[in-house]
Protein backbone atom coordinates (compact mmCIF):
# COMPACT_ATOMS: atom_id res chain seq x y z
CA UNK A 1 0.00 0.00 0.00
CA UNK A 2 1.55 3.40 -1.09
CA UNK A 3 1.26 5.79 1.53
CA UNK A 4 1.26 9.90 0.96
CA UNK A 5 4.85 11.62 0.86
CA UNK A 6 3.32 14.59 1.53
CA UNK A 7 0.03 16.44 2.72
CA UNK A 8 -1.06 19.76 1.92
CA UNK A 9 -3.20 21.77 4.58
CA UNK A 10 -6.03 24.15 4.46
CA UNK A 11 -9.11 25.17 6.43
CA UNK A 12 -11.56 22.57 6.77
CA UNK A 13 -14.11 24.42 5.12
CA UNK A 14 -12.05 24.49 1.56
CA UNK A 15 -10.23 21.12 1.66
CA UNK A 16 -8.02 20.27 -1.17
CA UNK A 17 -8.55 17.60 -3.53
CA UNK A 18 -7.88 14.02 -2.93
CA UNK A 19 -8.09 11.04 -5.06
CA UNK A 20 -9.19 7.56 -4.74
CA UNK A 21 -6.01 6.23 -3.63
CA UNK A 22 -4.95 8.78 -1.58
CA UNK A 23 -7.88 8.22 0.60
CA UNK A 24 -7.08 4.75 1.09
CA UNK A 25 -3.73 5.68 1.96
CA UNK A 26 -5.51 8.26 4.96
CA UNK A 27 -7.39 5.63 6.35
CA UNK A 28 -4.99 2.44 5.84
CA UNK A 29 -2.32 4.00 7.90
CA UNK A 30 -4.40 4.69 11.06
CA UNK A 31 -2.34 4.85 14.00
CA UNK A 32 -2.07 4.86 17.91
CA UNK A 33 -4.56 6.24 20.37
CA UNK A 34 -5.03 6.44 24.11
CA UNK A 35 -6.99 6.78 26.95
CA UNK A 36 -9.84 9.68 27.73
CA UNK A 37 -7.52 11.87 29.10
CA UNK A 38 -4.87 11.96 26.76
CA UNK A 39 -2.80 9.81 28.48
CA UNK A 40 -0.68 6.63 26.70
CA UNK A 41 -2.72 3.91 27.96
CA UNK A 42 -5.28 1.02 27.28
CA UNK A 43 -6.37 0.52 31.05
CA UNK A 44 -9.32 2.23 33.26
CA UNK A 45 -8.51 6.47 33.28
CA UNK A 46 -10.55 9.38 35.71
CA UNK A 47 -13.92 10.81 33.86
CA UNK A 48 -13.14 13.75 31.93
CA UNK A 49 -14.18 17.07 33.14
CA UNK A 50 -17.05 18.78 32.34
CA UNK A 51 -16.84 20.76 29.08
CA UNK A 52 -18.99 23.09 27.24
CA UNK A 53 -21.45 21.68 25.00
CA UNK A 54 -20.47 20.00 21.21
CA UNK A 55 -22.52 21.25 18.43
CA UNK A 56 -22.15 19.14 15.60
CA UNK A 57 -21.36 22.18 12.93
CA UNK A 58 -17.88 21.29 11.31
CA UNK A 59 -16.26 24.44 13.13
CA UNK A 60 -14.98 22.58 16.46
CA UNK A 61 -14.24 25.61 18.34
CA UNK A 62 -16.47 24.03 20.78
CA UNK A 63 -13.46 21.07 21.02
CA UNK A 64 -10.88 23.62 21.94
CA UNK A 65 -10.86 22.69 25.46
CA UNK A 66 -11.62 18.17 24.82
CA UNK A 67 -8.34 17.34 25.99
CA UNK A 68 -6.60 14.89 22.79
CA UNK A 69 -7.60 11.50 23.21
CA UNK A 70 -5.25 10.30 21.10
CA UNK A 71 -2.13 11.81 19.55
CA UNK A 72 -0.35 10.31 16.01
CA UNK A 73 3.31 9.55 16.28
CA UNK A 74 5.35 11.22 13.83
CA UNK A 75 5.54 7.70 12.13
CA UNK A 76 2.60 6.67 12.47
CA UNK A 77 0.98 8.21 9.19
CA UNK A 78 -2.23 10.77 8.13
CA UNK A 79 -4.02 10.74 11.14
CA UNK A 80 -3.53 14.00 13.12
CA UNK A 81 -5.12 13.28 16.33
CA UNK A 82 -8.54 12.44 18.30
CA UNK A 83 -10.50 13.51 20.81
CA UNK A 84 -13.63 12.30 23.02
CA UNK A 85 -16.50 14.13 25.40
CA UNK A 86 -19.59 13.13 26.52
CA UNK A 87 -23.00 14.49 28.26
CA UNK A 88 -25.75 12.39 29.48
CA UNK A 89 -26.66 11.21 26.44
CA UNK A 90 -24.25 11.37 23.76
CA UNK A 91 -20.97 10.20 23.55
CA UNK A 92 -18.55 12.68 20.87
CA UNK A 93 -15.76 12.09 18.96
CA UNK A 94 -13.41 13.70 16.76
CA UNK A 95 -10.72 12.88 14.54
CA UNK A 96 -8.54 15.07 12.22
CA UNK A 97 -6.41 13.69 9.08
CA UNK A 98 -3.59 15.76 7.29
CA UNK A 99 -5.48 15.49 4.15
CA UNK A 100 -8.96 15.46 3.10
CA UNK A 101 -11.26 12.42 3.26
CA UNK A 102 -15.03 11.72 3.05
CA UNK A 103 -16.88 10.00 5.44
CA UNK A 104 -19.93 8.44 3.36
CA UNK A 105 -17.58 6.93 0.84
CA UNK A 106 -14.25 5.37 0.54
CA UNK A 107 -12.31 2.70 -1.00
CA UNK A 108 -13.28 0.56 2.04
CA UNK A 109 -14.92 0.76 5.39
CA UNK A 110 -14.42 2.22 8.42
CA UNK A 111 -14.97 0.36 11.38
CA UNK A 112 -15.72 1.89 15.14
CA UNK A 113 -15.18 -1.24 17.40
CA UNK A 114 -17.50 -0.54 20.43
CA UNK A 115 -17.10 -3.04 23.26
CA UNK A 116 -20.36 -1.04 25.10
CA UNK A 117 -19.77 -2.79 28.80
CA UNK A 118 -16.06 -3.37 29.13
CA UNK A 119 -15.73 -7.17 29.54
CA UNK A 120 -13.98 -9.00 26.81
CA UNK A 121 -15.77 -11.92 27.68
CA UNK A 122 -19.63 -10.75 26.11
CA UNK A 123 -20.01 -9.71 22.75
CA UNK A 124 -17.74 -10.96 19.79
CA UNK A 125 -14.25 -11.12 18.62
CA UNK A 126 -13.94 -9.12 15.46
CA UNK A 127 -10.87 -9.59 12.65
CA UNK A 128 -7.61 -10.97 14.48
CA UNK A 129 -5.59 -10.11 17.63
CA UNK A 130 -3.62 -8.11 15.36
CA UNK A 131 -6.37 -5.19 14.75
CA UNK A 132 -9.50 -6.79 16.17
CA UNK A 133 -11.15 -6.10 19.35
CA UNK A 134 -12.37 -9.06 21.79
CA UNK A 135 -15.64 -7.95 23.23
CA UNK A 136 -17.17 -5.99 20.78
CA UNK A 137 -20.87 -5.39 21.27
CA UNK A 138 -21.79 -3.33 18.36
CA UNK A 139 -19.85 -1.71 15.29
CA UNK A 140 -20.49 1.29 13.49
CA UNK A 141 -19.72 0.90 9.65
CA UNK A 142 -18.88 4.26 7.74
CA UNK A 143 -18.85 3.74 4.24
CA UNK A 144 -20.89 0.49 4.37
CA UNK A 145 -18.96 -2.35 2.12
CA UNK A 146 -22.48 -4.04 1.55
CA UNK A 147 -23.89 -1.44 -1.16
CA UNK A 148 -20.72 0.11 -3.04
CA UNK A 149 -21.11 2.65 -5.46
CA UNK A 150 -18.21 1.39 -8.17
CA UNK A 151 -14.71 0.82 -7.44
CA UNK A 152 -15.26 -0.84 -4.32
CA UNK A 153 -16.18 2.36 -2.54
CA UNK A 154 -18.39 2.17 0.09
CA UNK A 155 -21.84 3.77 0.43
CA UNK A 156 -23.37 5.22 3.65
CA UNK A 157 -23.54 4.12 7.27
CA UNK A 158 -25.05 1.22 8.89
CA UNK A 159 -24.78 -0.61 12.35
CA UNK A 160 -23.97 -4.13 13.33
CA UNK A 161 -24.36 -5.97 16.09
CA UNK A 162 -21.72 -8.44 17.44
CA UNK A 163 -22.21 -12.42 18.60
CA UNK A 164 -19.75 -14.49 18.91
CA UNK A 165 -19.08 -15.28 15.13
CA UNK A 166 -18.53 -11.65 14.75
CA UNK A 167 -20.62 -8.57 12.68
CA UNK A 168 -23.88 -9.64 12.21
CA UNK A 169 -26.36 -8.39 9.96
CA UNK A 170 -26.31 -4.63 8.95
CA UNK A 171 -28.86 -2.52 11.18
CA UNK A 172 -29.46 1.45 10.33
CA UNK A 173 -27.18 3.94 12.00
CA UNK A 174 -30.59 5.63 13.36
CA UNK A 175 -30.98 3.20 16.34
CA UNK A 176 -28.73 4.56 17.49
CA UNK A 177 -28.96 8.62 16.44
CA UNK A 178 -25.75 8.31 15.40
CA UNK A 179 -24.98 12.24 13.21
CA UNK A 180 -21.46 12.61 11.54
CA UNK A 181 -20.63 16.21 10.07
CA UNK A 182 -19.57 17.77 7.81
CA UNK A 183 -21.39 15.65 4.83
CA UNK A 184 -18.49 16.60 2.18
CA UNK A 185 -14.73 15.78 2.00
CA UNK A 186 -12.77 17.37 4.96
CA UNK A 187 -9.84 17.30 7.02
CA UNK A 188 -11.49 17.36 10.10
CA UNK A 189 -14.64 15.28 11.46
CA UNK A 190 -17.13 14.92 14.88
CA UNK A 191 -19.79 12.45 15.32
CA UNK A 192 -22.25 11.31 18.21
CA UNK A 193 -23.86 7.72 19.34
CA UNK A 194 -26.69 7.60 21.99
CA UNK A 195 -25.20 6.51 24.98
CA UNK A 196 -28.59 4.43 25.41
CA UNK A 197 -29.32 3.36 22.20
CA UNK A 198 -32.42 1.76 20.97
CA UNK A 199 -30.88 -1.02 18.93
CA UNK A 200 -31.92 -4.08 19.82
CA UNK A 201 -29.52 -6.45 21.50
CA UNK A 202 -27.39 -3.59 22.52
CA UNK A 203 -27.25 -2.24 26.27
CA UNK A 204 -26.48 1.36 26.57
CA UNK A 205 -23.09 2.29 27.00
CA UNK A 206 -22.11 1.56 30.48
CA UNK A 207 -19.66 3.53 32.36
CA UNK A 208 -16.78 3.02 30.64
CA UNK A 209 -16.71 1.35 26.83
CA UNK A 210 -13.21 -0.42 25.04
CA UNK A 211 -13.17 1.08 21.47
CA UNK A 212 -11.12 0.27 18.45
CA UNK A 213 -11.00 2.09 14.56
CA UNK A 214 -10.66 -0.65 12.14
CA UNK A 215 -9.97 0.40 8.36
CA UNK A 216 -11.00 -2.60 5.82
CA UNK A 217 -9.48 -1.57 2.60
CA UNK A 218 -11.02 -2.55 -0.47
CA UNK A 219 -7.78 -3.68 -1.76
CA UNK A 220 -7.64 -6.99 1.53
CA UNK A 221 -5.49 -4.72 3.61
CA UNK A 222 -6.76 -4.04 7.25
CA UNK A 223 -5.73 -1.56 9.79
CA UNK A 224 -6.26 -0.62 13.38
CA UNK A 225 -5.53 1.69 16.59
CA UNK A 226 -4.61 0.32 19.20
CA UNK A 227 -7.74 -0.44 21.29
CA UNK A 228 -8.77 2.71 23.73
CA UNK A 229 -10.66 2.63 27.26
CA UNK A 230 -12.83 5.73 27.65
CA UNK A 231 -14.75 6.32 30.86
CA UNK A 232 -17.77 8.63 31.06
CA UNK A 233 -17.62 11.85 33.35
CA UNK A 234 -21.20 12.40 33.63
CA UNK A 235 -24.14 9.96 34.22
CA UNK A 236 -26.37 7.84 31.87
CA UNK A 237 -29.46 10.21 31.52
CA UNK A 238 -32.16 8.19 29.66
CA UNK A 239 -35.10 10.97 29.34
CA UNK A 240 -36.25 12.63 26.14
CA UNK A 241 -32.66 13.84 24.28
CA UNK A 242 -34.25 16.48 22.12
CA UNK A 243 -35.93 19.04 24.18
CA UNK A 244 -39.59 19.70 22.17
CA UNK A 245 -40.08 23.29 21.09
CA UNK A 246 -42.84 25.52 21.43
CA UNK A 247 -42.20 28.65 20.12
CA UNK A 248 -40.57 29.49 16.83
CA UNK A 249 -38.11 32.23 17.24
CA UNK A 250 -39.08 35.69 16.12
CA UNK A 251 -37.29 37.67 13.42
CA UNK A 252 -35.07 40.58 14.72
CA UNK A 253 -36.36 44.23 14.41
CA UNK A 254 -35.49 45.28 11.06
CA UNK A 255 -34.51 41.97 9.29
CA UNK A 256 -35.84 39.98 6.49
CA UNK A 257 -36.69 35.97 7.25
CA UNK A 258 -35.41 33.93 4.20
CA UNK A 259 -36.71 30.51 3.84
CA UNK A 260 -35.03 27.80 1.71
CA UNK A 261 -36.55 24.30 1.26
CA UNK A 262 -36.30 21.42 -1.11
CA UNK A 263 -40.22 20.64 -1.21
CA UNK A 264 -39.38 17.08 -2.36
CA UNK A 265 -40.74 16.98 -6.28
CA UNK A 266 -43.50 14.27 -5.93
CA UNK A 267 -44.94 15.30 -2.68
CA UNK A 268 -45.05 18.85 -3.64
CA UNK A 269 -47.65 17.91 -6.27
CA UNK A 270 -50.15 17.73 -3.00
CA UNK A 271 -48.87 20.48 -1.08
CA UNK A 272 -51.23 21.03 1.59
CA UNK A 273 -48.30 19.85 4.12
CA UNK A 274 -46.18 22.46 2.43
CA UNK A 275 -48.18 25.25 2.71
CA UNK A 276 -48.70 25.11 6.41
CA UNK A 277 -44.97 24.38 7.14
CA UNK A 278 -43.52 27.30 4.95
CA UNK A 279 -46.31 29.73 6.97
CA UNK A 280 -45.13 28.28 10.16
CA UNK A 281 -41.79 30.16 10.14
CA UNK A 282 -43.39 33.25 8.79
CA UNK A 283 -41.16 34.00 5.68
CA UNK A 284 -40.55 37.21 3.72
CA UNK A 285 -38.57 35.37 1.12
CA UNK A 286 -39.19 31.77 0.16
CA UNK A 287 -36.38 29.76 -2.63
CA UNK A 288 -37.64 26.53 -3.53
CA UNK A 289 -35.66 23.82 -5.25
CA UNK A 290 -36.98 20.40 -6.68
CA UNK A 291 -40.42 21.68 -7.55
CA UNK A 292 -41.98 19.46 -10.02
CA UNK A 293 -41.72 19.65 -14.16
CA UNK A 294 -45.29 21.05 -14.50
CA UNK A 295 -44.47 23.97 -12.16
CA UNK A 296 -46.20 27.46 -13.61
CA UNK A 297 -47.69 30.71 -13.05
CA UNK A 298 -51.26 29.15 -12.67
CA UNK A 299 -49.92 25.94 -10.24
CA UNK A 300 -48.00 28.51 -8.00
CA UNK A 301 -50.59 31.13 -7.59
CA UNK A 302 -52.91 28.41 -6.59
CA UNK A 303 -50.27 27.22 -4.25
CA UNK A 304 -49.41 30.71 -2.69
CA UNK A 305 -53.00 31.19 -2.61
CA UNK A 306 -53.52 28.84 0.17
CA UNK A 307 -55.07 30.05 3.58
CA UNK A 308 -51.67 29.28 5.28
CA UNK A 309 -49.93 31.57 2.87
CA UNK A 310 -52.33 34.17 1.60
CA UNK A 311 -53.22 35.17 5.77
CA UNK A 312 -49.38 36.11 5.84
CA UNK A 313 -49.86 39.21 2.61
CA UNK A 314 -49.88 38.91 -1.10
CA UNK A 315 -47.15 37.01 -2.74
CA UNK A 316 -45.72 37.29 -6.14
CA UNK A 317 -42.90 34.57 -7.60
CA UNK A 318 -40.49 33.85 -10.02
CA UNK A 319 -39.58 30.30 -11.23
CA UNK A 320 -36.83 28.26 -13.79
CA UNK A 321 -37.65 27.30 -17.10
CA UNK A 322 -34.78 25.21 -17.03
CA UNK A 323 -34.25 22.18 -14.46
CA UNK A 324 -36.66 19.54 -16.04
CA UNK A 325 -38.36 17.50 -13.42
CA UNK A 326 -36.67 19.67 -11.11
CA UNK A 327 -37.73 23.75 -11.32
CA UNK A 328 -36.68 26.21 -8.80
CA UNK A 329 -39.15 28.86 -7.44
CA UNK A 330 -38.42 32.54 -5.45
CA UNK A 331 -41.37 34.03 -4.00
CA UNK A 332 -41.56 37.08 -1.48
CA UNK A 333 -44.60 38.85 0.13
CA UNK A 334 -45.39 42.62 -0.10
CA UNK A 335 -42.82 43.31 -2.04
CA UNK A 336 -41.87 43.76 -5.63
CA UNK A 337 -39.68 40.92 -7.75
CA UNK A 338 -38.17 41.20 -10.72
CA UNK A 339 -36.83 38.04 -13.00
CA UNK A 340 -32.78 38.13 -13.66
CA UNK A 341 -32.90 38.71 -17.51
CA UNK A 342 -29.54 36.26 -17.34
CA UNK A 343 -31.29 33.82 -15.72
CA UNK A 344 -35.02 33.17 -17.04
CA UNK A 345 -33.01 29.99 -18.86
CA UNK A 346 -29.48 28.80 -16.69
CA UNK A 347 -27.66 26.28 -19.20
CA UNK A 348 -24.34 24.87 -19.48
CA UNK A 349 -21.90 26.57 -21.66
CA UNK A 350 -22.11 24.83 -24.91
CA UNK A 351 -19.44 21.62 -25.14
CA UNK A 352 -18.78 21.33 -21.49
CA UNK A 353 -20.99 18.37 -20.93
CA UNK A 354 -19.27 16.54 -23.54
CA UNK A 355 -15.95 17.43 -22.43
CA UNK A 356 -16.40 15.45 -19.23
CA UNK A 357 -18.47 12.86 -20.37
CA UNK A 358 -15.45 11.06 -22.09
CA UNK A 359 -14.03 11.33 -18.99
CA UNK A 360 -16.54 9.01 -17.23
CA UNK A 361 -17.74 5.07 -17.33
CA UNK A 362 -20.17 4.55 -19.94
CA UNK A 363 -22.59 3.55 -17.34
CA UNK A 364 -22.51 7.32 -15.84
CA UNK A 365 -22.69 8.78 -19.72
CA UNK A 366 -26.40 8.64 -19.31
CA UNK A 367 -26.63 11.20 -16.46
CA UNK A 368 -24.75 13.25 -18.39
CA UNK A 369 -27.01 12.90 -21.69
CA UNK A 370 -30.66 14.15 -19.49
CA UNK A 371 -28.82 16.73 -17.99
CA UNK A 372 -27.99 18.03 -21.46
CA UNK A 373 -31.86 17.91 -21.99
CA UNK A 374 -32.60 19.42 -18.57
CA UNK A 375 -30.00 21.99 -18.02
CA UNK A 376 -29.83 23.66 -14.95
CA UNK A 377 -32.05 23.16 -12.02
CA UNK A 378 -31.48 27.61 -10.97
CA UNK A 379 -33.27 30.95 -11.62
CA UNK A 380 -32.29 34.31 -10.40
CA UNK A 381 -34.56 37.23 -9.61
CA UNK A 382 -33.69 40.70 -7.83
CA UNK A 383 -36.05 41.74 -4.72
CA UNK A 384 -34.90 45.02 -2.63
CA UNK A 385 -33.71 44.57 1.24
CA UNK A 386 -34.19 47.40 2.79
CA UNK A 387 -32.58 49.68 0.08
CA UNK A 388 -29.95 47.09 -1.18
CA UNK A 389 -30.97 45.34 -4.78
CA UNK A 390 -30.67 41.85 -4.07
CA UNK A 391 -30.15 38.92 -5.81
CA UNK A 392 -31.62 35.34 -5.04
CA UNK A 393 -30.38 32.25 -6.26
CA UNK A 394 -32.45 29.20 -5.79
CA UNK A 395 -30.70 25.81 -7.33
CA UNK A 396 -30.96 22.05 -6.60
CA UNK A 397 -27.45 20.51 -7.68
CA UNK A 398 -26.68 16.89 -8.67
CA UNK A 399 -27.48 14.20 -6.01
CA UNK A 400 -25.37 11.29 -5.03
CA UNK A 401 -22.29 9.97 -5.81
CA UNK A 402 -18.44 10.20 -3.88
CA UNK A 403 -15.18 12.34 -4.24
CA UNK A 404 -14.17 13.11 -7.87
CA UNK A 405 -16.41 10.53 -9.33
CA UNK A 406 -19.00 11.22 -12.11
CA UNK A 407 -21.57 12.27 -9.92
CA UNK A 408 -19.20 15.08 -7.95
CA UNK A 409 -17.81 16.42 -11.21
CA UNK A 410 -21.19 17.60 -12.67
CA UNK A 411 -21.92 19.13 -9.24
CA UNK A 412 -18.51 21.26 -9.97
CA UNK A 413 -20.06 21.95 -13.51
CA UNK A 414 -23.44 22.79 -12.39
CA UNK A 415 -21.92 25.22 -9.94
CA UNK A 416 -19.76 26.97 -12.47
CA UNK A 417 -22.52 27.50 -14.86
CA UNK A 418 -24.57 29.03 -12.28
CA UNK A 419 -21.65 31.41 -11.00
CA UNK A 420 -21.44 33.02 -14.99
CA UNK A 421 -24.77 33.24 -15.12
CA UNK A 422 -25.28 35.17 -11.90
CA UNK A 423 -21.97 37.17 -13.00
CA UNK A 424 -23.36 38.21 -16.83
CA UNK A 425 -26.90 39.10 -14.63
CA UNK A 426 -24.91 41.49 -12.36
CA UNK A 427 -22.50 42.82 -15.08
CA UNK A 428 -25.99 44.05 -17.19
CA UNK A 429 -26.74 46.28 -14.37
CA UNK A 430 -25.53 49.60 -13.06
CA UNK A 431 -24.80 48.70 -9.57
CA UNK A 432 -23.27 44.86 -8.95
CA UNK A 433 -26.20 44.47 -6.40
CA UNK A 434 -25.70 41.73 -3.27
CA UNK A 435 -26.33 38.27 -3.13
CA UNK A 436 -28.37 35.13 -1.62
CA UNK A 437 -28.05 31.75 -2.78
CA UNK A 438 -29.51 28.86 -1.45
CA UNK A 439 -30.67 25.61 -2.09
CA UNK A 440 -29.97 21.15 -2.45
CA UNK A 441 -25.70 21.83 -2.64
CA UNK A 442 -25.92 17.73 -2.44
CA UNK A 443 -22.30 18.23 -1.41
CA UNK A 444 -21.28 14.37 -0.13
CA UNK A 445 -18.23 14.61 -1.95
CA UNK A 446 -15.86 17.29 -2.60
CA UNK A 447 -16.37 21.24 -1.46
CA UNK A 448 -15.38 22.86 -4.48
CA UNK A 449 -19.50 23.01 -5.74
CA UNK A 450 -19.67 25.15 -2.59
CA UNK A 451 -16.62 26.99 -3.18
CA UNK A 452 -16.86 27.91 -6.34
CA UNK A 453 -20.81 30.01 -5.24
CA UNK A 454 -18.73 31.75 -2.65
CA UNK A 455 -15.25 32.60 -4.08
CA UNK A 456 -14.89 36.56 -4.66
CA UNK A 457 -18.86 37.13 -5.06
CA UNK A 458 -19.33 39.73 -2.19
CA UNK A 459 -19.86 43.15 -2.84
CA UNK A 460 -16.51 44.06 -1.92
CA UNK A 461 -15.02 41.18 -3.76
CA UNK A 462 -14.69 39.07 -0.56
CA UNK A 463 -16.37 35.43 -0.08
CA UNK A 464 -19.87 35.10 0.30
CA UNK A 465 -21.12 33.74 4.04
CA UNK A 466 -22.24 30.33 4.85
CA UNK A 467 -25.41 30.75 7.45
CA UNK A 468 -25.78 28.45 10.22
CA UNK A 469 -29.05 27.01 10.95
CA UNK A 470 -29.09 24.86 14.19
CA UNK A 471 -32.02 22.34 14.31
CA UNK A 472 -34.19 23.61 16.88
CA UNK A 473 -33.71 21.75 19.88
CA UNK A 474 -30.74 20.03 18.86
CA UNK A 475 -26.78 21.15 18.89
CA UNK A 476 -26.52 20.24 15.01
CA UNK A 477 -26.43 21.69 11.35
CA UNK A 478 -28.19 18.83 9.89
CA UNK A 479 -31.00 19.75 7.12
CA UNK A 480 -31.54 16.01 5.52
CA UNK A 481 -32.91 12.63 7.54
CA UNK A 482 -34.58 9.97 5.95
CA UNK A 483 -34.69 7.25 8.91
CA UNK A 484 -36.92 5.04 6.81
CA UNK A 485 -33.92 4.24 4.64
CA UNK A 486 -31.48 4.48 6.89
CA UNK A 487 -28.91 4.09 4.59
CA UNK A 488 -27.22 7.57 4.86
CA UNK A 489 -26.51 8.97 7.83
CA UNK A 490 -28.37 12.63 8.89
CA UNK A 491 -26.10 15.30 6.47
CA UNK A 492 -26.13 19.01 5.88
CA UNK A 493 -27.22 19.12 2.28
CA UNK A 494 -28.74 22.48 1.83
CA UNK A 495 -26.98 25.64 2.11
CA UNK A 496 -27.75 29.49 2.47
CA UNK A 497 -24.68 31.73 0.95
CA UNK A 498 -25.18 35.18 1.46
CA UNK A 499 -23.10 38.73 1.32
CA UNK A 500 -22.57 39.86 4.63
CA UNK A 501 -20.49 42.88 3.35
CA UNK A 502 -24.41 43.96 2.65
CA UNK A 503 -26.34 42.16 5.81
CA UNK A 504 -25.25 40.67 8.91
CA UNK A 505 -27.21 37.49 9.88
CA UNK A 506 -29.42 37.86 13.38
CA UNK A 507 -30.99 34.34 13.34
CA UNK A 508 -31.42 31.33 12.09
CA UNK A 509 -32.56 27.99 12.19
CA UNK A 510 -33.57 25.11 10.42
CA UNK A 511 -37.17 23.51 10.68
CA UNK A 512 -38.86 20.75 11.48
CA UNK A 513 -42.18 19.71 12.34
CA UNK A 514 -40.73 15.88 15.08
CA UNK A 515 -39.06 18.47 17.01
CA UNK A 516 -42.67 20.36 17.99
CA UNK A 517 -44.11 19.41 21.29
CA UNK A 518 -47.89 18.52 20.54
CA UNK A 519 -49.59 21.10 21.79
CA UNK A 520 -47.78 23.71 20.08
CA UNK A 521 -47.78 21.20 16.46
CA UNK A 522 -51.88 21.55 16.65
CA UNK A 523 -51.34 24.94 17.18
CA UNK A 524 -49.90 25.46 13.71
CA UNK A 525 -52.18 22.56 12.21
CA UNK A 526 -49.50 20.18 11.52
CA UNK A 527 -48.66 16.99 13.50
CA UNK A 528 -44.88 15.87 14.63
CA UNK A 529 -45.04 13.38 11.05
CA UNK A 530 -45.83 16.53 8.78
CA UNK A 531 -42.91 17.44 7.91
CA UNK A 532 -41.55 13.87 6.85
CA UNK A 533 -44.73 13.38 5.20
CA UNK A 534 -43.99 16.58 2.84
CA UNK A 535 -39.98 16.13 2.48
CA UNK A 536 -36.67 14.40 3.79
CA UNK A 537 -35.57 17.94 3.52
CA UNK A 538 -36.32 20.38 6.23
CA UNK A 539 -36.95 23.99 5.80
CA UNK A 540 -33.79 26.62 6.47
CA UNK A 541 -34.60 29.68 7.57
CA UNK A 542 -31.71 32.93 7.91
CA UNK A 543 -32.34 36.17 8.74
CA UNK A 544 -30.63 39.05 7.03
CA UNK A 545 -30.65 42.64 8.15
CA UNK A 546 -29.24 45.28 6.33
CA UNK A 547 -25.74 46.49 7.82
CA UNK A 548 -25.38 50.00 9.24
Same mark, same amino acid.
Given at each position: ???????????????????????????????????????????????????????????????????????????????????????????????????????????????????????????????????????????????????????????????????????????????????????????????????????????????????????????????????????????????????????????????????????????????????????????????????????????????????????????????????????????????????????????????????????????????????????????? =??? &???? #?? $? /???? !? +? @?????????????????????????????????????????????? =??? &???? #?? $? /???? !? +? @??????????????????????????????????????????????????????????????????????????????????????????
Amino acid at each position: MRLLSSFRRGRNRRPVRLGAFAVLAVLAALSACSSGRGERATTGTRPTAARVPIHLDGHFDDWTRVPVWSQAAASSGPLEAAWATDDAQWWYLSFSVRDSVSQSGMPGTLHLLIDADDRTNTGGTVFDAAVGLAGVDVALDLSRSDKTQGNGVGAGAAVRTVGPTGLGAYRSAYDLEVVALPSWSATRFELRIARGGTLDGFAPLGRAVRARLVFASTSGAVTALPAARYTFATPLDTRTRTPLVSVIPATANGAVRVVQWNVAEGSFRSPTHHAKLLAAVQPDVILLDEAYAETSDATLAEFFARKELAALGHWRFVYSRTGGRQRTVVATRDRDIRPAASMVRVEYPAGVLDSVRAMVPTAAQRLFDIEATAQLSSTG =AWI &SIDG #IE $T /LFVP !L +D @LQSGGFFRNAQDQLRVLQSRAIRAALQRERASRPTRGALVIAGDFN =AIG &SYES #IH $T /LQQG !L +D @LDGSDLALSDAPRLGERSLVTWTDPTVGQFLPARLDLTLYSDAAFERTGGFTFSSADLSPAFAASLGVTRETSAQASDHLIVVTDLRRRR
